[in-house]
Structures are given as structure tokens and as C-alpha cells.
């Protein structure tokens, strides 16, 4: 893993990064992590150690107030962020494009694929979770949001509750993919645990069956969670993306 580095914004706020660049045709992986997550977890460092042993690229970020990039993560919305990684991909260079979607960040691989068009090489979602604004809220929760609170969850992963601010779900309303065509025609690779706690596998064969591509595989994973960050999870992550580069 290298340093960090910082990509500046048009609106002057500094985004973290790590950039592996990609031997000559090689295509470069774009991690793009969870809610609340950031570069450094298991999965995102994984795929940027192993792209660097098999010559290819490799980018992952922050987005704008998460982990080491500024701003503050109240204000982030999945427009924004959507963005913000187009933004860094254009200025890195980078033309051949394969993103990696874990959870919230395989929704954001949707809307980054459609924007990114002949770049987009493929895409591999882990327990992707596009439009958990509608199917994860209860309609009180949604009622709260649309008046502007902020909505707090059980966080099982830290002692502190998970905040929804208005202006994400908002934003996420506008930006729903599962019910019609999502314009898409690459290889496309979805994992998913059975014993996901927080993203039903459902909406893995939701989201296969809204793809306009053809070459769509899922891979359900019976004992797998959430997270799929055990070292046998990791390992299917990893022949996933080598058969890609293949």
C-alpha cells in the first residue's frame, strides 16, 4: 500500500486516494467502500494488493467526509460522491475502467457506470445495496426524513448509531436503479451472503434481473454476512476479478 495522497475539488475540498497505475492495457479496479466506510478495510485493500501482483491498476478514495478527506459526511449525498469519483478517475487518466462495489458503494457503481460509458470495462458488486432509501427505511422512518430529521440506526459494527440525514435519502429517492432497465452492457459479477443481516440477497437477483447486460452471474454465498471480509470471502472476490482481467 502506498500513501495516501489528495485530490483537490472544484469546490476546494481534498479528497484521499491511493493510485496503483495499471502496466500498458490494463484495466484499473475503482474500490468504491460501503456507508461510513472507507479505503482502508479488508476488501479495498485486498483488491489494491492484488491488482498491483498482476500488473493492473488500481484506485481506491474517501469520499468528501469519510475516512482521511475533508468535508463533513452530513453533507454527502450519493450525487455527490458519484462525482467526486468521476472527477478523480478523469484527472487520474484513467481510460479503462472496472469498478468494485461493496454495499452502498455497489449502488454508486451503478450511477458512476452510467456516467462513465466506454471507460466502463466491468463491474463487481459485494452485497450491493442499490435503493436502501426505499426498501430499507419503514415508512415512518421515510415520513421523519421527508420533514428534514435524521434518522439513527443500531450500529453493529461500532458503538456509535448510524445516522441518515435528510438530504441523503433525499438524494437516494432521486437516484433509485431497480425499477426500470439500468442501461449497462458490460460483465457484471454480484456476490452476495444468504445470512445478510442488512442487504436481503434479493436484491442481488433484483438488481441482475434490472441489468440490460447479458453477462451477469450471481454467486450466493450460504453462510456469508454482510461484509463477506472472511479470508475464503476475500478469495472469491479475488477469482472474480482475476477471470475479469482474464
Avoid at 476546494?12 to 492495457?25: D, V
Avoid at 451503478?110 to 458488486?125: Q, R
Avoid at 449497462?184 to 452476495?192: E, N, Y
Amino acid at each position: 500500500m502506498n500513501t495516501p495522497k489528495f485530490h483537490e475539488l472544484k469546490n476546494g475540498l481534498r479528497i484521499a486516494y491511493r493510485h496503483g497505475e495499471a502496466a500498458a492495457g490494463s484495466p484499473t479496479f475503482v474500490f468504491l467502500p460501503g456507508y461510513m466506510s472507507d479505503m482502508d478495510g479488508g476488501k479495498a485493500t485486498a483488491v489494491f494488493d492484488w491488482a498491483h501482483e498482476q500488473g493492473a491498476g488500481c484506485l481506491l478514495l474517501d469520499y468528501s467526509g469519510c475516512g482521511k478527506s475533508g468535508g463533513e459526511f452530513a453533507g454527502g449525498t450519493l450525487s455527490k460522491w458519484r462525482d467526486e469519483v468521476l472527477d478523480l478517475i478523469a484527472a487520474r487518466g484513467i481510460e479503462r475502467v472496472v469498478l468494485v462495489g461493496s454495499s452502498m458503494g455497489g449502488w454508486l457503481m451503478l450511477m458512476i457506470g452510467l456516467a462513465l460509458d466506454g471507460k466502463l470495462c466491468g463491474m463487481v458488486g459485494i452485497a450491493s445495496a442499490p435503493d436502501f432509501t426505499e426498501w430499507g427505511r419503514s415508512d415512518a422512518d421515510k415520513d421523519r426524513l421527508q420533514n428534514g430529521e435524521t434518522v439513527y440506526d443500531e450500529n453493529p459494527y461500532g458503538p456509535d448509531p448510524t445516522p441518515m440525514f435528510a438530504g441523503f435519502w433525499a438524494d437516494g429517492q432521486d437516484n433509485r436503479m431497480l425499477s426500470s432497465e439500468i442501461a449497462i452492457d458490460c460483465p457484471v459479477r454480484l456476490l452476495h451472503g444468504q445470512r445478510d443481516q442488512d442487504v436481503p440477497w434479493d436484491i442481488s437477483m433484483r438488481l441482475a434481473q434490472a441489468l440490460r447486460s447479458d453477462d451477469v452471474q450471481v454467486t450466493l454465498i450460504k453462510d456469508g454476512d454482510h461484509r463477506l471480509s472472511r479470508d475464503q470471502d476475500i478469495k472469491l472476490l479475488l477469482d472474480h476479478l482475476r477471470r475479469l482481467l482474464n
